[in-house]
């Protein structure tokens, strides 16, 4: 029996837990790795992902699904076990990266649009046949002089509104995320700046996503927080969380079951803190967790620094932070718990 939209998404946003974003792709990883002067190839970057897999504990508490890059959705641990077997033994949920990345948008300076949607429909057949049960696709929004124009929110709007239609239609959940980046040139924009251009691509993106057809009941929210750009000045977590509730409130419908939030380049613990408080402080329509790359990978990776040796190390500072962010998740989080471990 095909399980229902409605039930997968439920399950990606449950109580306490949330999202690995393990979906670089191989030029991201490249960089990531470089930062700990490792080569990125086949093996290594399997070895790294079956690194957090196997982190038992965290899978099974605090992760609800994982999002793969293609390579990793066909790739096997070293004993011949699939990747995606060890997601599922863990009880959670296998998810795909379907977009072909943020490419120059024409005759729009300075901004890009979201590739990916040629052969899609085929794609997302083969991946579900991969165990995938959902998707994600992310459009990437800048902050500059005259930037972002309208032209360019409407087309990458378009574009997410017609992947989510073709990913419900293959049974899949897509994670919607249009991501207003807090770096980028010169990323010194003000919150104020960040709340009215976040508010105004969510509201394009459910306009769109309204005329695709798109069941919301059957999606997840990905969206950035509502922050300082990352070379201005930095609110307090609290305005950083009162701030993104209001905005989220005033364009999400409640008929989303989650969101869960990039981190986009906070540090680990500003990741933690503002899903905490915004968690802890305010009475919310939908479920909000994490879906984090950097912030639950960046320790781990400098903990494992690519050598088998240190494997439990760096499967200890995942579930560290893999802990820290499932409490945020619930509001219960706080900097006591940091410092104790
Ligand atoms: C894991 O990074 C994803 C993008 O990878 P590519 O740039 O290589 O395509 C990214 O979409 C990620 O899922 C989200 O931005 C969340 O990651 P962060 O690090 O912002 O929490």
Known sequence: MTERLEDIAVAMVASGKGILAADESSGTIKKRFDTINLTSTEETRRDYREMLFRSEEAMKNYISGVILYDETI?????????????????????GIKVDAGAKPLAGFPGETITEGLDGLRERLNEYYGLGARFA????????????????????????????????QEANIVPIVEPEVLMDGNPGDHSIDTCYQVTEWVLKTVF???????????????????????KNARKASVEEVAEKTVRCLKSTVPAA??????????????????????????????WNLTFSYGRALQAAALKAWGGKPENVAAGQRAFTHRARMNSLAATGTWNKELEKAA
Request: aromatic share 6%; hydrophobic share 45%.
């Open 207 to 229: 306009a769109e996503l309204y005329d695709a057809r798109v069941k919301l009941e059957g999606m997840v929210l990905k969206p950035n927080m509502v922050i300082d750009g």
């Open 256 to 285: 989303v079951p989650g969101i869960a939030f990039l981190s986009g380049g906070q540090s680990d613990e500003e990741a933690t803190a503002h899903l905490s408080a915004m968690n802890a402080g305010y009475d919310l329509p």
């Open 136 to 167: 994600k696709w992310r459009a990437v929004i800048a902050i500059a002089n005259g930037v972002p124009t309208w032209g360019a929110i409407k087309q990458n709007a378009q574009a997410l509104a017609r992947y989510a239609a073709l990913c």
């Open 74 to 94: 066909r790739q096997k641990a070293k004993d011949g076990t699939p990747l995606t077997d060890l997601i599922r033994n863990a009880g959670a949920i296998a």
